[in-house]
């Protein structure tokens, strides 16, 4: 425009168009913006629905590894532990599995442990103990209290029996094996009676801390209607473990007791039988089966007195008697249910029982797996766990 032209008549007009296309692309992008970040909650929201709540979902499926009867016809296998160390015939890795029954089914009286190798899908005998193990009161019927530590060591409870009844049951003992599967030693005293449950344990080379349940005291014949003893207890061992010599006691201390205690003709004792460590290991979780309950009692590894029965965590719900028990890698307990074949998922700080996965549909049983699951151990990767189906004598993985 030169200096004699009149203004143009469309400024305005142009800078009102402008103004218009500014504020529609305002409006625009502010809509724009808004959808972006609904989209991106929408995407959290739907993310944090699709992770996982606990374990259980993050697996797919069950699978039988092999039959756990050895050569002399052991059955009914109790206890599982995976081998922390390479040790004399096992393998880092391995699976123990012991036997309560012999081959004619009577409980009390297995004397075995089968060794399961990963690596080669092949199962070997790792020991076979004298059944009249003198040194052990009553002699030898292998129970859920097992464990192998570092050292190469393995300690298995006894909870033996003449003729497969509590009617003639020993206070039995602990068994000290040696890499080869040798016995080595017993632990007896006047704390232990019937060592029942899977072990709870702490492993640090030169020493360990067991927590073994007890439940004999009291216990006798299965006939008519037994009553229930509150005498069972937690007993916890402090071993020291000298170089190339067997594990020795150095102080015992009962922590927790009053715990219900039964003969019964079908499974020979109900009694605790799950003991689990929090990661802390401030608290110690007991499956009280007579309650169907879950406990935890405080300070484990240095109170020097008994606890009671402990705090109750869960009850009722989706346990339905519950047994086996071990931590999850997110810090949740699995608990095999007795009376079906369910392992239920607990968040111990809260109580609230998630849910219960079938692990044993076997309509052999009513409920199906009714009495089945006992032994409860997680794989060395923690992405799944063993367990056994002590009604068909097989190793199963879950993952």
Avoid at 135 to 151: D, F, I, N, Q
Avoid at 173 to 183: F, N, S
Wanted: net charge negative; aromatic share 6%; charged share 15%.
């Amino acid at each position: 425009m030169t200096a004699n032209q009149a203004p143009c008549v469309c400024t305005e007009t142009t800078r009102t168009t402008s103004n218009h296309f500014a504020r529609k692309l305002k409006r625009h992008l502010r809509a724009t913006a808004l959808l972006a970040a609904g989209a991106a909650a929408l995407a959290v929201t739907s993310a944090a629905q699709a992770e996982p709540r606990g374990f259980l979902e993050t697996l797919h499926r069950n699978t039988t590894l092999i039959n756990t009867v050895p050569d002399n016809g052991d059955q009914n296998p109790y206890a599982i532990v995976v081998a922390p160390v390479s040790a004399g015939t096992v393998k880092h890795g391995d699976v123990l599995i012991d036997n309560f029954n012999n081959a004619t089914n009577l409980q009390g009286t297995g004397s075995t442990i089968v060794d399961y190798h990963p690596d080669t899908k092949q199962m070997s005998l790792f020991a076979q103990l004298p059944r009249d193990l003198k040194e052990c009161p009553g002699g030898v019927g292998l129970s859920t209290a097992m464990t192998m530590l570092k050292s190469g060591w393995v300690i298995v409870g006894s909870t033996p029996s003449n003729d497969g009844t509590t009617g003639t049951k020993g206070a039995g003992c602990l068994v000290v094996l040696d890499p080869q599967g040798k016995v080595a030693s017993t632990i007896s005293s006047a704390n232990i009676n019937d060592p029942w449950g899977n072990m709870a344990v702490v492993d640090n080379g030169t020493s360990a801390t067991l927590f073994v349940s007890m439940a004999g005291f009291g216990v006798g014949s299965a006939d008519g209607n037994p009553p229930v003893f509150k005498q069972a207890t937690v007993l916890r061992l402090d071993l020291d473990i000298p170089q190339g010599k067997p594990p020795v006691v150095r102080k015992e201390t009962v922590i927790a007791s009053g715990f219900g205690a039964q003969a019964d003709k079908g499974v020979f004792l109900v009694g605790p039988t799950g003991l689990a460590l929090s990661a802390d290991r401030k608290l110690l979780y007991v499956s009280d089966a007579i309650g169907n309950r879950i406990n935890e009692i405080d300070e484990p590894m240095t109170r020097d007195t008994s606890a009671g029965v402990g705090r109750q965590v869960a009850a009722d719900g989706l346990l339905h008697r519950p047994l086996a028990m071990v931590t999850a890698p997110n810090g949740h307990l699995l608990v095999t249910n007795a009376l079906n074949g369910q392992v239920v998922e607990i968040v111990p700080d809260t109580g609230k029982q998630l849910y219960a996965r079938w692990i044993d549909t076997d309509k052999a049983q009513t409920p199906p797996g009714n009495g089945d699951l006992f032994g409860l151990a997680m794989t060395p990767e923690g992405d799944g766990f063993y367990y056994v189906q002590d009604d068909v004598n097989t190793l199963v993985l879950a993952k």
